[in-house]
Structures are given as C-alpha cells and as structure tokens.
C-alpha cells in the first residue's frame, strides 16, 4: 500500500464473530494501519492506512489464525 490507501483482502476461515474480532485487532496493529473493516460473511478485509506493507497485513492476519487468500 502506499500513501493513504485502502485494500480489500479476502481472509479464509473465518467463522464468528470472535474470528472477526481476533483479524481486526492484529491488523490494527500493523504500522501505518488507520482503519480495519471485517465482513465475516464474505470473508472481506478492508484496510486502510498509509504505507502499510501488504505482507505486513498477512503476517497479522496469520498471526490471528487465519489466511489471506490470493
């Protein structure tokens, strides 16, 4: 991502809202993260932020159990 950006990511396995909850707090952790959206029944991730790394974003998702897909 670059300056002021916004993504959306498709996260496998996802199943409640504590999944929901666990992806947006480790997200939000990412540096450069301002903003975290999760659509649990499609399974969408909207990030935004400025100059956050995508694989950053994975990582995080990843560290909370889950799995980006491509």
């Known amino acids: 991502m ?3 950006d916004e993504r959306v990511l498709t996260v496998a ?3 409640c809202g ?3 909850t ?3 707090e480790e997200v939000g952790r990412v540096d450069g993260v ?3 959206d999760v659509d649990l029944e499609s ?3 909207t990030v935004r932020g400025e100059r956050v790394e995508d694989d950053a974003v ?3 998702v990843a560290e909370a159990g889950y799995e980006v897909l491509a």
Do not use: D, K, N, S
Request: charged residues 10%.
């Open 22 to 24: 666990a992806v947006a």
């Open 58 to 60: 994975a990582a995080a």
């Open 34 to 36: 301002i903003g975290v």
């Open 43 to 45: 399974g969408r991730l």
């Open 18 to 20: 504590h999944c929901a």
């Open 13 to 15: 396995g996802m199943t």
């Open 2 to 4: 670059h300056a002021e």
